[in-house]
């Protein structure tokens, strides 16, 4: 039952933060949340115990300074000039589609030197700190 799991996994998270702050035993409270929550993810039997699974984990994650930022802001890093990268990047699209490789190429390579890595896939050009 994933509401009697969630239970657990918050008395186990509660224990160990009362427990003089153990970080250790409370992490490691998290990556048994972490592993049932994907279990529940890929099953999805239940969405709504599902939500309140995740939200357990995340208020718990939070409370250890984890997960304050969504994954691509994260990775974004602290970007100066976004709006200069997605410039560059728009540009390097538009080679791309004129078939400027030597173009888009140069781009490419223009923000790897700024530290900036491009991932293409079929939605689109997603880009991160490198």
Same mark, same amino acid.
């Given at each position: ?5 969630? =239970?657990? *996994? ?9 427990? $003089?702050?153990?970080?250790?035993? &409370?992490?490691? %409270? @998290? ?33 250890? =300074?984890? *997960? ?9 890093? $602290?970007?100066?000039?976004?709006? &200069?990268?997605? %410039? @560059? ?42």
């Amino acid at each position: 039952d994933s509401d009697s799991a969630n =239970g657990a *996994l918050l008395e186990s998270f509660c224990q160990a933060m009362n427990d $003089d702050f153990n970080t250790a035993e &409370a992490v490691a %409270a @998290l990556f048994d949340g972490c592993r049932d929550l994907n279990k529940a993810l890929d099953d999805d039997a239940d969405h709504q115990a599902t939500q309140q699974q995740a939200a357990s984990f995340i208020a718990m994650a939070n409370m250890l =300074g984890l *997960l304050q930022q969504d994954a691509e802001t994260w990775f974004q890093g $602290d970007a100066v000039d976004t709006v &200069a990268i997605e %410039a @560059l990047i728009e540009a390097r699209v538009k080679a791309k589609q004129e078939r400027d490789f030597t173009q888009a190429d140069a781009i490419r390579d223009e923000l790897l030197g700024q530290g900036i890595v491009l991932e293409d896939s079929a939605t689109g050009t997603r880009w991160k700190k490198a």
